[in-house]
């Protein structure tokens, strides 16, 4: 077979209509099965059981929520409800004026200067990497093991150390946070109340408190050696101040916000490196075209910030690999006040599901859409594409605070492994499930070769 006719796995697909009661028990297991076959061919699919709802997979659809109407279009509720007990009120949660201090107060952190300013951080981690997998005996299971890389950078940059973080212990609270509060409630589906609590709330109790009293324990050591010297994440939020209200993030909006920085900004970023290095061990043709590039211009040496324009397959085969697999494949709005995306009526208090997954996977907009192919994302050969068909980290105003980190970060430490090994697929494969993020499960089991 010719590797770059590769199909990777995609989630189950019902073809006929669901009913609420099964939309909201495959949506706990996976919210990648509640996408209907049509949302694959169609701009806009929409349904009516109890509550409206749409599923909007178009580029200018796309574009009116994230930009052009986006005050029309805040974050749902059941995604809310999800994040509130790790996350609070925090950016990620918040909307309106709420959201737009704490916006101002985080976003010097990632400029591209201080972004760049970390890249020793990406490269030293990249280099620890290595050498784990140099000592895995030739086989090792790749989520696991960047998530340990992505830990320590977002560690660095958020309190630019991890002192306080017993890392195990956190990536536990994690998990278990992740399988329960962190899974689609039933109750959300069947329409109960706001006030009524939900189980996943109360059993993530224990891991929220865990993360919490590390977060707090860090952010009590920067305020007694005194904020200011660091200029990380915490320094600037310790500092930000509401421009209208003069108000400063108080003890607990500091701890949700630092507590959603590190959790998101590493998690999402060590899927999309276990995806890739998933669909290079499957495409030799790719990885070998890869490591070719790379080789020529670290000839050995671990990957610094300078190095990545040199290296621009390695970012295609980012971008395709979080086109089929983006670490955030679905979100959710509330429809405000009426209005109109793709000639369907949007009423008050409708849902509006954006399934990036099938967004990037749709027939009306990419040739090929299953096949793994980094050329698609070449800037000279590749074919034209709208902005808004391909969002992994979404757009507009709302768009992801740590995009060129992530990349950054990425771009670094997959160069560095495709140097040092050749990659090979294990049993079993992975299949992608959603509940916060798309996972693959049971892992990504690859074979790993250290290369001279
Ligand atoms: C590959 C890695 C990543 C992916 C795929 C990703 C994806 C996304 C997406 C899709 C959104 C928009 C959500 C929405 O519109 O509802 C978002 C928002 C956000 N992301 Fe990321 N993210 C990644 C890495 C990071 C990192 C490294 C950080 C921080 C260090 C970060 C921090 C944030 C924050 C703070 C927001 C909320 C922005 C706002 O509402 O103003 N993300 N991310």
């Not at 998530?147 to 536990?172: M, N, P, Q, W």
């Not at 009524?196 to 860090?218: D, I, K, N, W, Y």
Request: with cysteine; proline share 7%; glycine share 6%.
């Amino acid at each position: 077979m010719h590797d770059s006719i590769f199909i990777p796995a995609s989630a189950p697909v019902h073809r006929r209509r669901l009913s609420r009661l099964e939309t909201a028990f495959i949506a706990r297991r996976n919210v990648l099965e509640i996408i209907p076959s049509l949302a694959y061919r169609q701009p806009i699919v929409s349904g009516d059981i109890l509550v409206r709802w749409h599923m909007l997979a178009d580029p200018a659809g796309m574009k009116r929520v994230m930009l052009d109407n986006l005050a029309n279009y805040p974050k749902s509720e059941i995604m809310r409800r999800m994040l509130r007990p790790a996350i609070g009120e925090s950016l990620f949660n918040a909307d309106g004026a709420d959201w737009k201090w704490q916006r101002q107060a985080v976003a010097p952190v990632f400029t591209h200067r201080n972004v760049v300013a970390l890249a020793p951080a990406m490269s030293a981690t990249a280099e620890r990497a290595a050498a784990r997998l140099a000592q895995s005996g030739g086989r090792a299971e790749l989520v696991k093991e960047m998530l340990t890389a992505t830990f320590d950078v977002i560690c660095d940059v958020a309190l630019s150390g991890r002192e306080h973080f017993d890392s195990e212990t956190f990536a536990k609270a994690i998990t278990q946070y992740f399988q329960t509060a962190g899974r689609a409630s039933l109750l959300d589906f069947l329409g109960f109340p706001e006030w009524f609590p939900r189980p996943g709330e109360l059993l993530a109790g224990s891991s929220v408190r865990t993360m919490h009293s590390m977060v707090a324990a860090a952010i009590d050591a920067r305020r007694k050696e005194g904020a200011g010297n660091a200029d990380d994440l915490l320094d600037h939020m310790l500092a930000a101040q509401d421009p209208e209200t003069g108000q400063r993030m108080s003890a607990e909006d500091l701890i949700y916000n630092m507590q959603f920085f590190i959790v998101a900004g590493h998690e999402t970023t060590a899927l999309a490196l276990a995806w890739s290095l998933y669909l290079l061990a499957n495409s030799p043709e790719h990885q070998d075209r890869a490591r070719a590039q790379v080789r020529q211009q670290l000839d050995g040496r671990t990957a610094t910030a300078e190095d990545l324009p040199a290296m621009p397959f390695i970012q295609q085969v980012l971008e395709e690999s979080m086109r089929l697999y983006p670490p955030v494949g679905l979100l959710a709005r509330t429809v405000l006040k009426e209005d109109e995306l793709c000639g369907r009526q949007m009423r008050p208090n409708d849902i509006l599901f954006l399934p990036i997954w099938a967004l990037h996977r749709h027939e009306l907009l990419w040739d090929r859409p299953e096949l793994f192919d980094p050329g698609r994302f070449d800037p000279k050969t590749g074919p034209r594409r709208d902005k808004y068909q391909y969002l992994p980290f979404g757009a507009g105003p709302r768009v992801c605070v740590g995009a060129n980190f992530a990349m950054m970060q990425a771009g670094i430490i997959l160069s560095t492994l495709v140097q040092r090994f050749r990659f090979a697929p294990s049993q079993p494969a992975p299949h992608p499930v959603m509940t916060m993020t798309v996972q693959p499960e049971p892992g990504v089991f690859l074979q790993i070769q250290p290369l001279g």
